[in-house]
C-alpha cells in the first residue's frame, strides 16, 4: 500500500493503517533517538512517545510536505526535550549504556572506538549531536536536516562541521591511515 | 600542498554529495594529486563508518517489537478538544504554509479595503428628497439622515400647521 494511503487513512483514525506506515521508520528512528540519547530505554520509550505524539498530530500532515522529515522532526523535538528535563532535573540521570560487545566486530579495539564515540558524543551540544546524526545515520540532506530541526542551511553546515571537527579531534587515533 | 585550501572546505559537501557537478569533478581532479586532502576525506569517511557501527552495535539486538506494545497502549482516538481543534485549524487555517497564510490574508485586506472605501467615503444620502413645496405661506422642512422628511406648512390667516 502507498505511504499516500496510509497517511489518509491514519488521520482517519485508523490504527491499523498507521502501525503499517509507521513500521518501515520505526528501525530509523530508534537509531536516531538511541544515538541522541545512548541509552536503550530511554531511546525506546522516545520512540514509543514519537509514534504517539504524530498519531495524534497526524491530522494536521500536510501532504505537500515530506512525511519522514515531519516524523524525524517530531523525534528530535523529543528528544531535545528530553535532554532539557535531564539538564533541568539531574537527579533522574541516568547513565548512558556500558559500551556494547554486540555487532559485527566485538575485538577489544572496537569497544574501545564505540566507548570514545559515545562519551564524545554526549558532550556535544545536542543540536550539533541531531545534525550529526540526520546526516550520516539519517542520510538526510542539508535542506531536509534544516526543516527537521527549524534553522538555516548554513547553521546545518556550520553545526555539522563543528561537530565532525570534535569528533575527529577526538577520535584522531582511530581514524588516521583507516580505508 | 600548495592551492589546497579552496577544496579542503569542500571535501565535507563532497562526502555530502551535496556539491554541483562541475565542483565534484574539480575536487576529484585535485583529489587525484592531493595526499593531504586524500587523507582528509578518508577521516571523514572513515568517522562516519565508525559512528555508524557505534550506534549500530548499540541497537543491534533492539527490542523493536516492544514499541508497538507500548503504543498501542496509548494510541487512544483524539479527544473532543483536539477533534475540534483539528476540524477548525482545517477551516479557518486552509493553507499550507505560513507564506500561503500571508499572501491570503493580504488579499483579504485588499478586498476589505476596496469594498468598505466608498461606503466610508461617501456621504450619507438622503432616501427622501423634497424637491420643491407648492404652499401660499411660509415653509420649514427638516430632513435628516435617515428616511424622514418634516415639512411644516404655516398659513398666514388661521396660523394651521401641515405635516407630510
Same mark, same amino acid.
Given at each position: 500500500?502507498?505511504?499516500?494511503?496510509?497517511?489518509?487513512?491514519?488521520?482517519?483514525?485508523?490504527?491499523?493503517?498507521?502501525?503499517?506506515?509507521?513500521?518501515?521508520?520505526?528501525?530509523?528512528?530508534?537509531?536516531?533517538?538511541?544515538?541522541?540519547?545512548?541509552?536503550?530505554?530511554?531511546?525506546?520509550?522516545?520512540?514509543?512517545?514519537?509514534?504517539?505524539?504524530?498519531?495524534?498530530?497526524?491530522?494536521?500532515?500536510?501532504?505537500?510536505?515530506?512525511?519522514?522529515?515531519?516524523?524525524?522532526?517530531?523525534?528530535?523535538?523529543?528528544?531535545?526535550?528530553?535532554?532539557?528535563?535531564?539538564?533541568?532535573?539531574?537527579?533522574?540521570?541516568?547513565?548512558?549504556?556500558?559500551?556494547?560487545?554486540?555487532?559485527?566486530?566485538?575485538?577489544?579495539?572496537?569497544?574501545?572506538?564505540?566507548?570514545?564515540?559515545?562519551?564524545?558524543?554526549?558532550?556535544?551540544?545536542?543540536?550539533?549531536?541531531?545534525?550529526?546524526?540526520?546526516?550520516?545515520?539519517?542520510?538526510?540532506?542539508?535542506?531536509?536536516?534544516?526543516?527537521?530541526?527549524?534553522?538555516?542551511?548554513?547553521?546545518?553546515?556550520?553545526?555539522?562541521?563543528?561537530?565532525?571537527?570534535?569528533?575527529?579531534?577526538?577520535?584522531?587515533?582511530?581514524?588516521?591511515?583507516?580505508? | 600542498?600548495?592551492?589546497? &585550501?579552496?577544496? %579542503?572546505?569542500?571535501? =565535507?559537501?563532497?562526502?555530502?554529495? #551535496? *556539491?554541483?557537478?562541475?565542483? !565534484?569533478?574539480? $575536487? /576529484?581532479?585535485?583529489?587525484? &594529486?592531493?595526499? %593531504?586532502?586524500?587523507? =582528509?576525506?578518508?577521516?571523514?569517511? #572513515? *568517522?562516519?563508518?565508525?559512528? !555508524?557501527?557505534? $550506534? /549500530?552495535?548499540?541497537?543491534?539486538?533492539?527490542?523493536?517489537?516492544?514499541?508497538?506494545?507500548?503504543?498501542?497502549?496509548? *494510541?487512544?482516538?483524539?479527544?473532543?478538544?483536539?477533534?475540534?481543534?483539528?476540524?477548525?485549524?482545517?477551516?479557518?487555517?486552509?493553507?499550507?504554509?505560513?507564506?500561503?497564510?500571508?499572501?491570503?490574508?493580504?488579499?483579504?485586506?485588499?478586498?476589505?479595503?476596496?469594498?468598505?472605501?466608498?461606503?466610508?467615503?461617501?456621504?450619507?444620502?438622503?432616501?427622501?428628497?423634497?424637491?420643491?413645496?407648492?404652499?401660499?405661506?411660509?415653509?420649514?422642512?427638516?430632513?435628516?439622515?435617515?428616511?424622514?422628511?418634516?415639512?411644516?406648512?404655516?398659513?398666514?390667516?388661521?396660523?394651521?400647521?401641515?405635516?407630510?
Amino acid at each position: 500500500m502507498k505511504e499516500r494511503e496510509l497517511i489518509e487513512r491514519s488521520q482517519r483514525g485508523e490504527k491499523d493503517a498507521f502501525q503499517d506506515l509507521m513500521v518501515p521508520y520505526q528501525g530509523k528512528i530508534y537509531s536516531l533517538l538511541y544515538g541522541m540519547v545512548w541509552n536503550r530505554e530511554d531511546a525506546l520509550e522516545l520512540t514509543q512517545e514519537a509514534f504517539v505524539k504524530a498519531y495524534r498530530s497526524i491530522r494536521g500532515f500536510r501532504m505537500a510536505s515530506s512525511f519522514y522529515t515531519w516524523l524525524y522532526r517530531i523525534a528530535v523535538n523529543l528528544a531535545l526535550d528530553f535532554r532539557r528535563q535531564r539538564v533541568a532535573n539531574p537527579e533522574i540521570q541516568k547513565t548512558v549504556d556500558p559500551p556494547s560487545t554486540r555487532g559485527p566486530d566485538s575485538s577489544l579495539l572496537r569497544k574501545e572506538l564505540n566507548e570514545q564515540i559515545r562519551m564524545k558524543m554526549a558532550q556535544l551540544p545536542p543540536q550539533h549531536r541531531a545534525v550529526l546524526l540526520l546526516r550520516e545515520m539519517g542520510g538526510l540532506s542539508y535542506k531536509e536536516i534544516a526543516k527537521v530541526v527549524g534553522c538555516r542551511l548554513g547553521t546545518v553546515m556550520s553545526r555539522l562541521h563543528y561537530a565532525r571537527e570534535e569528533m575527529r579531534r577526538t577520535l584522531a587515533p582511530y581514524l588516521k591511515g583507516e580505508d | 600542498m600548495p592551492g589546497c &585550501g579552496p577544496f %579542503r572546505s569542500l571535501l =565535507e559537501k563532497y562526502l555530502d554529495e #551535496a *556539491l554541483l557537478p562541475q565542483e !565534484r569533478a574539480s $575536487v /576529484e581532479r585535485h583529489l587525484r &594529486g592531493c595526499r %593531504r586532502c586524500q587523507g =582528509e576525506l578518508e577521516e571523514l569517511t #572513515a *568517522l562516519r563508518a565508525h559512528l !555508524r557501527e557505534a $550506534v /549500530e552495535a548499540g541497537v543491534a539486538d533492539a527490542p523493536l517489537a516492544r514499541i508497538w506494545e507500548g503504543v498501542a497502549e496509548r *494510541l487512544e482516538p483524539p479527544t473532543i478538544i483536539e477533534r475540534i481543534w483539528g476540524a477548525g485549524k482545517a477551516l479557518f487555517f486552509p493553507f499550507r504554509s505560513l507564506k500561503a497564510l500571508a499572501w491570503g490574508a493580504a488579499a483579504a485586506l485588499v478586498v476589505l479595503f476596496l469594498v468598505t472605501l466608498p461606503l466610508v467615503t461617501a456621504p450619507p444620502t438622503p432616501s427622501v428628497v423634497v424637491e420643491s413645496v407648492e404652499s401660499e405661506g411660509s415653509v420649514m422642512i427638516f430632513q435628516g439622515e435617515d428616511e424622514i422628511a418634516i415639512v411644516w406648512f404655516f398659513e398666514e390667516e388661521e396660523g394651521k400647521e401641515g405635516m407630510r
